[in-house]
């Protein structure tokens, strides 16, 4: 049996964990750098965020309610990264999802609490599952390139759902874009009462688990890994890699699509025009901090709620510019994007301390 540090998997894993740690801890240091020219206190701003925001149980709630979405629009990208494959449709996904779950839950009456709650999450993720399964279509059988086509599908899609919640679906007595509210039987479980935070937490932590056991337990995720590393080889060995990447891309469509349906359900109670604040591509940074791992996206997700929740905190309590707490997010993303960067940086310190210490042990 090898131990931890001559696992070669394991010291993989925990090079990637160092890497996302060290790509955060550079974002908020450039962060901090940003606010301090900006004549304000980083301390101070951080405190806000991190301590102010987390001290309370309203804090701690807005953050897992800000969290929620991005853990599923960041396990939606993270499986189709898994193939390589680059969805940056889960915005038009989300919309169509939230739509069907809204429509669903509006719409179809006599149904009981648990029936009617799992019929509209159904909607919305066949809907967002069948986007998905378009661009994979599209990949496999055309050679489409699936980024080109998810972000045409996002316009089309979100074209259509704002041309029904501003014409045909809107409430008479309604001015803004919206569909009639869901009915009650529809609506997602508050997990605490006078808070956003909803089942759909729990929700997302069982998918992540499911995603889990699928990529390590069984003979499907296998061959999405294989696929993943190395196409030609996986075709080589039998594998049917058309078929690992129309499924792979319909998982992550189907994902995101059920995310636009807790919006709908647990959220705003129906479908609005703006029900997405992009957390589609927010997604994206979510599961590149996470490695494209499934479970890791449940911290990572979290980590990006709090930094979403503080800077509501900072915009309430103080008068430093909401903006500012955007840079930090941004500079996650920088880091992130720029990899070999940050590796560089990263073992260069880890050369350093080793040189250093060795110097001192020889002294």
């Known amino acids: 049996m090898k131990l931890p540090f001559q696992n070669p998997k394991a010291i993989q894993g925990l090079r990637t964990f160092s890497f996302s740690c060290a790509a955060l801890l550079l974002a908020l240091l450039c962060g901090a750098v940003i606010v301090a020219f900006s004549g304000y206190s980083p301390i101070g701003i951080y405190k806000v965020i991190f301590i102010d925001t987390l001290s309370s149980q309203s804090g701690i709630m807005l953050s897992l309610a800000q969290a929620t979405p991005l853990m599923f629009t960041g396990m939606a990208f993270a499986i189709a990264y898994k193939v390589k494959l680059i969805n940056l449709g889960e915005e038009g996904q989300l919309h169509l999802g939230a739509m069907a779950a809204a429509l669903v839950g509006a719409y179809v009456t006599g149904l009981p609490h648990i029936p009617h709650v799992a019929l509209a999450l159904a909607a919305g993720i066949i809907a967002g599952g069948l986007v998905g399964l378009l661009s994979g279509i599209l990949r496999t059988k055309f050679g489409a390139n699936e980024i080109i086509t998810s972000i045409l599908l996002n316009s089309i899609i979100t074209y259509f759902t704002s041309y029904l919640c501003n014409g045909p679906l809107r409430p008479e007595d309604s001015i803004s874009p919206k569909t009639e509210a869901v009915l009650e039987s529809a609506r997602l479980t508050r997990l605490v009462p006078k808070t956003q935070v909803t089942t759909a937490i729990l929700i997302a932590v069982v998918i992540a688990i499911l995603l889990y056991i699928l990529m390590n337990k069984t003979m499907l995720g296998y061959e999405m890994k294989v696929t993943g590393l190395n196409a030609n080889a996986a075709k ?33 109670g129906r479908y609005v025009e703006d029900i997405s604040l992009n957390y589609g591509f927010a997604g994206i940074s979510v599961a590149a901090l996470a490695s494209y791992e499934p479970l890791a996206v449940l911290l990572t997700s979290t980590i990006f709620g709090i930094l979403k929740a503080g800077a509501l905190t900072v915009d309430r309590t103080t008068n430093v510019p909401v903006e500012l707490v955007s ?34 042990q020889g002294a």
């Open 327 to 360: 840079v930090v997010q941004a500079f996650v993303v920088v880091f992130i994007a720029a990899p070999k960067m940050v590796s560089s940086m990263f073992d260069g310190l880890t050369s350093l301390a080793f040189n250093k210490r060795k110097r001192s």
């Open 236 to 268: 080589v060995h039998g594998i049917n890699v058309p078929k690992i990447y129309l499924f792979t891309i319909a998982l992550s469509g189907a994902i995101a699509g059920l995310c636009g349906a807790i919006l709908a359900l647990g959220v705003n």
